[in-house]
């Protein structure tokens, strides 16, 4: 404890004479004379009681015994310095205890028991543990009125006492009643962390659920719940088990579920479904999973009247996400669709870029398409592929044959993106290609049809309905083209037919390696996180039996990609698929166990396993080798859990840049984007500039594309200033050209109204399909030249998984939009902190719908309404207060 250990070094006299420590010489002489005169009354007064105590009349000791125990209680009230009575005590801590040995049992004896143990806070030796000892002598009283420096030290015996106990197999009962007497007095006085600090130490959170009352239950789940990702495993599911426990006690559903989605327990989420009888706040849930990108089916328990239960399974399936989008687009007034002129802003530029920016190359072209889906994203009109000229067709095919072969399918994609979530009049604007003469532009409408569907589920299944009979034609294209679109539409869905087609594919021996890889993805996709052994198998056994020349091509590092997807997140269960992944051929063994390590512990922030990663990325690499990518890569994807672990991550990454090999450098600026995407940190932006002149053109284009990915969707000034420079510094380069165009098109998503960051409620959940299109795309830009350069550049389009409006949108009881004030501002974390700390600072109040940036949180400004979710993000329901004084 720190307590003062020098008698009278920390307290100046009440007579202002100087402090004891500054005294040198003749110390003890003048000890006397510093005391104050009151001091010294009560010096020798405690004097007295220390002789008195030890009296042979038993009635004589009962009066010291209490006088004492009365002065000490009225000192250790306060404690900011060592209390007097402590202080004058010290000299005679020894007699007494001597003297308590002599004591024959009896009441007095605990008496005296009590007085030690408090003395004990001050005079026992480091790892003694007298305070407790003497405290388990004592009596039974309320330890609470000893004062909170007391209890405090008591509880930090009690860990050191029961690890030992435990180890030495001794009986912990007496310890847990006294547990139980703590845990109770710092719930009382708001100190709910060092509760749930003493459970944990003693193994016994559930303890915890009889203390907590609706006063204190949000605190004492906040520090749980935030507490649980410092955890190790196991401990940290049973913090967010007992969290789930304590929410569901006092009926706050809609924090209970957002723990069921945290630990992933579908039981969880149903039990939260059938505890409320509230169709309102089922319609809240529903919002909640909705946005999480959970697929699930409302059945008769959870809603018994037919039209609630479509009611509901109509807001878990999204449909309603595109209208909610466009009121927003609508509301801040940037319907215009805009084309990618006005993203390059060639005019600001000097000179010599604008030049070459007026030639019509197809790179040109595709890079223009690309920069349109992004930036019209969801808004249904553009200026390229949906204007609608004279003739009926006339101008989407212009812009559709200004692309060369595979562009062209690209470019029949975008027409996805850009319709994206509108499901009805996507379908209906595709069809046209579909019947197309040309491979390429059939191939890509396919896709376009898979991300139209995107997030949006349908009870029709339009999109499998379309895309399956197209899985199994003789053009590669077109096949790659239907399974990605069936990946992205039903990515996260464990669909069962999807299953039995393309494990089939898998299975056939014939099937070219591209087909392969894709439908390895679209598996992945689909059952992402869903541990399934099948597919595994499947996806194994395709790697084993490919020869060496093929298991050395660029694309096939994405099979073991497709395998730590379905385990992605899911920790300690890939085991024995990284067993056998030991077996493969060398030239991809390494890789798939990295990339397997990596994603199964992708949003954990597990640091032990960062260390291993670092460990892999300090080896010299023989020629040939590249497991390093995904090392650094995987660094990134397990500290992204919480900002401590972020911040030292970005840390580590510079020493790799400072430090590492040619193929680290060319992957820190991709683990660099992953890590703060969507949410341009300075430092970051700095580092990323710096490396988009690097002489290295791996290093360069990856730190582009970063730059790109990190504002993703803010309209941030700066990048979009640093990417215009960049176009007129790469004008002769078509590939960095390239990458500097599909950055801008990042930097204005939906015209500054998406999000690619796979965190939402106030970064609490991780949505696992938003996570599984970032890695995919992130591992296939580890080979820049050869993937979205070469000709797989549609693999961008698998960004769509993780793009979301970053809106707040609030309704009424009807669902539909009402404009409310709300405050919004930095969040703050305000965990284990005393008081009702505000939660949000420099705030600025708006009229909803309103936008969030990263690190952004919202309250209402008003209490004419009742949120039914505590997290303001997304779309929330407002119930009208009937207790509201707000009559404006």
């Not at 003749?26 to 007295?48: G, I, M, T």
């Not at 899985?471 to 039903?490: E, F, M």
């Not at 056939?508 to 390895?520: C, G, H, M, R």
């Not at 997140?569 to 030239?587: C, I, L, R, Y």
Request: net charge negative; proline share 3%; hydrophobic share 40%.
């Amino acid at each position: 404890m720190a307590v003062d250990q020098k008698p009278g070094a920390s307290s100046t006299s009440p007579d202002g004479s100087k402090p004891a420590s500054k005294v040198t010489k003749k110390k003890d002489e003048k000890k006397e004379e510093d005391l104050s005169d009151e001091d010294l009354a009560l010096k020798q007064q405690l004097e007295l009681y220390v002789e008195r105590v030890q009296d042979a009349e038993q009635g004589v000791q009962k009066l010291a015994l209490e006088s004492m125990r009365q002065e000490i209680r009225t000192a250790t009230s306060s404690m900011t310095s060592v209390p007097k009575p402590l202080k004058f005590l010290r000299p005679h801590y020894g007699s007494l205890k001597a003297f308590f040995e002599t004591m024959p049992e009896s009441d007095l004896k605990k008496y005296l028991a009590d007085i030690l143990s408090v003395l004990a806070l001050t005079m026992s030796a480091e790892g003694e543990r007298e305070s407790l000892k003497y405290r388990l002598l004592g009596s039974e009283g309320d330890i609470g009125s000893w004062g909170h420096e007391y209890v405090r030290n008591l509880a930090g015996e009690i860990s050191q006492e029961f690890a030992k106990r435990q180890y030495d197999d001794l009986p912990l009962d007496t310890l847990m009643e006294l547990v139980q007497q703590i845990v109770a007095f710092h719930m009382k006085h708001n100190a709910e962390p060092e509760a749930v600090d003493l459970l944990m130490e003693v193994e016994d959170l559930e303890l915890l659920v009889e203390h907590v009352d609706a006063t204190n239950y949000k605190r004492a789940c906040l520090y749980l719940t935030s507490s649980s990702s410092y955890l190790p495993s196991t401990d940290d599911l049973l913090a967010s088990d007992i969290a789930f426990t304590i929410y569901t006690k006092f009926e706050d559903y809609a924090s209970a579920l957002r723990i069921a989605l945290f630990i992933d327990n579908t039981q969880y989420v149903k039990q939260i479904y059938t505890s409320t009888e509230d169709l309102l706040l089922k319609k809240q849930f529903s919002y909640i999973i909705a946005r999480h990108g959970l697929v699930l089916e409302i059945d008769e328990d959870i809603a018994p009247d037919d039209d609630d239960r479509e009611a509901l399974q109509e807001i878990v399936n999204n449909v309603k996400l595109s209208e909610g989008y466009l009121a927003l687009a609508r509301d801040i007034e940037v319907m215009e669709p805009k084309s990618p002129e006005d993203i390059y802003k060639v005019h600001l530029i000097d000179g010599r870029a604008s030049a070459s920016s007026s030639l019509d190359s197809a790179r040109q072209n595709l890079a223009a398409t690309f920069v349109n889906a992004f930036v019209n994203a969801g808004f249904g009109q553009d200026k390229l592929m949906t204007v609608t000229s004279e003739s009926s067709s006339g101008s989407s095919g212009n812009w559709l044959f200004k692309n060369k072969e595979h562009g062209k399918a690209s470019a029949a994609a975008s027409l996805g993106m850009i319709l994206l979530w509108d499901v009805d009049s996507g379908l209906s604007q595709i069809d046209k290609y579909l019947h197309s003469n040309d491979n390429h532009v059939v191939a890509g409408a396919l896709l376009g049809i898979g991300i139209v569907s995107c997030g949006v589920k349908n009870d029709c299944d339009p999109a499998l309905a379309l895309l399956i009979d197209y899985i199994n034609k003789d053009d590669t294209i077109i096949r790659i083209g239907a399974i990605l679109g069936l990946g992205i539409a039903y990515a996260g869905s464990l669909k069962d037919e999807l299953r039995i087609r393309l494990s089939l594919i898998l299975g056939d021996p014939k099937t070219p390696l591209e087909v392969l890889v894709f439908s390895a993805i679209t598996l992945g996709l689909v059952y992402v996180g869903s541990c399934n052994e099948e597919i595994a198998q499947s996806i194994i056994l395709a790697l084993m039996e490919r020869s060496d020349t093929e298991l050395g091509e660029p694309l096939t590092r994405l099979l073991p990609v497709a395998l730590g997807l379905l385990y992605l997140g899911k920790q300690d269960n890939v085991e024995a698929t990284a067993e056998v992944s030991k077996t493969f051929n060398d030239k991809i063994r390494k890789y798939a166990d990295i990339t397997l390590l990596s994603l199964a512990y992708a949003g954990t922030g597990n640091v032990l396993k960062v260390q291993k990663l670092l460990g892999y990325c300090a080896q010299h690499l023989e020629k040939g080798e590249n497991y390093q990518g995904p090392a650094v890569l995987g660094i990134a994807l397990i500290a992204m859990a919480e900002e401590l672990g972020l911040d030292m991550a970005i840390r580590s990454l510079e020493h790799l840049l400072q430090y590492g090999e040619q193929n680290i450098r060319r992957a820190v600026p991709l683990a660099l984007g992953i890590l703060c995407i969507s949410n341009p940190k300075v430092n970051v932006m700095d580092t990323l500039s710096r490396l988009s002149h690097d002489t290295d053109g791996d290093v360069s284009m990856a730190a582009i594309i970063s730059l790109g990915l990190i504002g993703a969707g803010t309209n941030n000034a700066r990048i979009a200033s640093m990417l215009r420079n960049l176009s007129s510094y790469y004008y002769k380069e078509a590939g960095h050209l390239f990458c500097v165009r599909i950055a801008q098109g990042l930097v204005h998503l939906g015209k500054g109204l998406l999000t690619l960051s796979p965190y939402h409620s106030d970064r609490f959940l991780l949505s696992p399909t938003a996570l599984a299109g970032l890695v995919t795309v992130l591992h296939a830009c580890l080979d820049m030249k050869s993937t979205i350069l070469g000709k797989y550049h549609y693999m961008l389009y698998i960004l769509v998984l993780a793009m979301q409006p970053r809106m707040l949108m609030t309704v009424d009881e009807n669902l539909k939009p009402i404009s409310v004030p709300v405050r919004v501002g930095q969040a703050v974390d305000v965990v284990g902190q005393a008081g009702r700390p505000k939660t949000i600072t420099g705030f600025q109040t708006h009229s909803t719908p309103v936008l969030l940036a990263a690190g952004d949180r919202a309250e209402l400004a008003t209490d004419k309404y009742i949120p039914l979710s505590s997290v303001l993000e997304g779309f929330v329901i407002l119930k009208e207060n009937p207790d509201s004084h707000d009559d404006r």
